[in-house]
């Protein structure tokens, strides 16, 4: 079994990542920055100070997460947007809320995924009105797609 110490370890683990050359605006020799993964502390703080702002979420979470060099969160906000994404892709990524290209197809396959999308593209509704479908107007719904009714 895993100990309380094995498992706190990875929070304190610094990687250095390499931007790719096309994010910056100027040709630098070394383009590397160190970056942590983030803790379930740092998101409730960040989601705390962001509220509904996802713009503000993701700098927020590079912020935390930048380690070498540190921005200021004015000097994050300045960053070119294409930058900022990279970061906070990389930041998720170490910090494990990520998901890959494999996980994302998995999930497609899920049955209930599935409902959600045929409903979404059979009636033009949105995410957030699918997501409201308790689970069996959902399954009437599809089921009345195909007839069944």
Request: negative net charge.
């Amino acid at each position: 079994m895993l100990t309380a110490e094995a498992l706190l370890a990875g929070a304190d683990a610094e990687r250095e990542v390499e931007v790719p050359g096309h994010l910056l605006p100027t040709a630098a020799e070394d383009r590397r920055v160190r970056l942590r993964p983030l803790t379930v502390r740092d998101l409730r703080l960040i989601a705390r100070a962001a509220k509904e702002n996802e713009d503000l979420t993701g700098a927020l979470m590079v912020r935390q997460a930048l380690v070498e060099p540190s921005l200021t969160l004015e000097q994050i906000g300045a960053l070119p947007a294409g930058l900022l994404q990279f970061l906070l892709r990389e930041v998720n990524r170490l910090s494990g809320i990520a998901a890959t290209e494999e996980e994302i197809l998995a999930a497609l396959e899920d049955p209930l995924a599935k409902a959600s999308l045929t409903l979404a593209r059979e009636f033009g509704w949105t995410p957030d009105e699918v997501g409201r479908l308790t689970l069996g107007e959902a399954m009437l719904h599809v089921a009345a797609l195909r007839g069944r009714l």
